[in-house]
């Protein structure tokens, strides 16, 4: 059996202007896994976040992390912020300090590491994330992008066991986003445990393990990305589109380019190396 790392129980928030952003969420997180949470604007996914490291409290159920419910003392979330980092999806709601290095410094310092461990820490997190060259900019005149990427390098200084992304490749450009997916795949092979939270359907497709569908503050659907796509009535009642390489096969299995039998190409190389080739078409 996986092992469960975060999980929230019959979770129920409502804001106080009495949003019901979160109607009675039960959602399991299993130990290395990469989850994508579906879901458009305003699904309670964000809400969902800011429940996994306390920074919101349920009115009703609760979260688990490894297996005992989270508590709200100050001394309580200090530990469980160790072990769940979020970066929002506004990275100037995470960038306080007067430059990126003090930034990226200043969670591992109150933890209260040694400074050679602190400039370690930064060191590797400036590399992952490519912002070496930025090290002693003040993060006020950093481009969003920028930001963006030094508020990642925050988070993954404090090498957290489960870390959240929210939208987190909104606002990067091509290039910028293709490295983050990168990342996320080493961050993934070094043991971590991934949340992200996207409306981007081809992201989530190619990312995850396993997606979590939200609408309307509930999970309407869990499980692998390409069980969860073919149930069409679920993606239409989410507001969601189909990743394009779904949509790609079975427009090839419709004109009979290839057989109905061809398992979902999870790449576009995938996707490429099921068609066969040309004479073969001819012949058949
Ligand atoms: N601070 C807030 N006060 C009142 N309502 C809020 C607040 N933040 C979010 N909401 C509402 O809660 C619902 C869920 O929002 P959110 O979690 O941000 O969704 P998502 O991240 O999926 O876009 C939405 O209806 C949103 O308008
Ligand atoms: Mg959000």
Not at 7 to 16: F, G, I, M, N, T
Not at 129 to 150: F, M, W
Not at 203 to 208: D, M, N, Q
Request: charged content about 25%; hydrophobic content about 40%; some cysteine.
């Amino acid at each position: 059996m996986p092992e469960v790392i975060l999980e929230a129980v019959d979770l129920k928030y409502s804001y106080p202007d009495g949003t019901n952003a979160l109607r009675k969420v039960c959602l399991q997180v299993e130990k290395g896994e990469r989850l994508a949470i579906l879901g458009s604007n305003g699904a309670g996914k964000s809400t969902l976040f800011m429940q996994f490291n306390g920074i919101y409290r349920p009115n009703s159920g609760c979260i688990k992390y490894q297996g005992r419910d989270i508590t709200y003392s100050n001394k309580a979330l200090i530990e469980l912020r160790k072990k769940v980092g979020i970066v929002f999806q506004d990275p100037d709601s995470q960038l306080f300090s007067a430059s990126v290095y003090q930034d990226i410094s200043f969670g591992p310092l109150n933890l209260g590491l040694s400074e050679e461990i602190v400039a370690a820490r930064v060191k590797q997190a400036l590399i992952d994330t490519e912002t070496t060259d930025l090290v002693d900019k003040p993060t006020h005149l950093l481009s969003y992008g920028q930001k963006k990427r030094v508020s990642i390098a925050g988070v993954l200084a404090m090498e957290p066991e489960v870390i959240i992304f929210d939208e987190p490749t909104a606002g990067l450009d091509p290039r910028h986003a293709l490295e983050f997916m990168q990342l996320l795949k080493k961050l993934r092979d070094s043991g971590k445990t991934i949340i992200i939270s996207t409306h981007d359907v081809d992201l989530a497709y190619s990312f995850s393990d396993r997606i979590a569908i939200m609408c309307s503050g509930e999970i309407i659907g869990h499980g692998e990305p390409s069980e969860l796509f073919l149930q069409s009535d679920l993606i239409q009642r989410a507001d969601l589109a189909l990743p394009w390489l779904i949509e790609m096969h079975s427009e090839l299995v419709k004109k009979g380019w290839l057989p109905p039998s061809t398992p979902l190409p999870k790449t576009k190389e995938d996707l490429l190396r099921n068609i066969p080739p040309k004479s073969d078409q001819q012949s058949a």
